[in-house]
């Protein structure tokens, strides 16, 4: 139970962290919608992470892990996307455009960053 309600906490945290920085992921400034947003994301890395990383394995292994970034990025953002809690869109950062494409990688990329980076420190 306090590992779950942790990874509901972390993910409720990398969702905001990410918000925060990247303005292409857009979530609504509703404390609900955080909430349904984090345990959809804390069941995604609490049920699927584990047993996709058994499946892929021989896949990983040959492309390094690349199918595996592929997969969590596309699970997150059906997951996210199929409960209507956030939009993913282009975002200019600095003059040079963000495709959607790129951005759903780079918010997958960050939400388990910061996911991973507080359970190792804590």
């Not at 990410?18 to 404390?31: A, L, P, Q, R």
């Not at 595996?68 to 809690?85: D, G, H, R, W």
């Amino acid at each position: 139970m306090k590992k779950i309600f942790r990874k509901i906490i972390f993910s409720a945290a990398a969702i905001y962290l990410t918000s925060y920085w990247n303005k292409g992921f857009v979530i609504e400034n509703d404390w609900i919608v955080y909430l349904k947003a984090s345990l959809v994301i804390a069941a995604i890395y609490y049920l699927i992470i584990p047993v996709s990383k058994l499946i892929l394995l021989p896949l990983n292994i040959i492309t390094l892990g690349l199918v595996s970034v592929i997969f969590y990025s596309l699970v997150l953002y059906f997951f996210l996307n199929k409960f209507s809690l956030i939009q993913i869109k282009s975002w200019d950062f600095s003059g040079q455009t963000i495709s959607q494409s790129a951005n759903i990688f780079l918010s997958a990329f960050s939400i388990s960053t910061i996911i991973n980076f507080l359970e190792k420190i804590l």
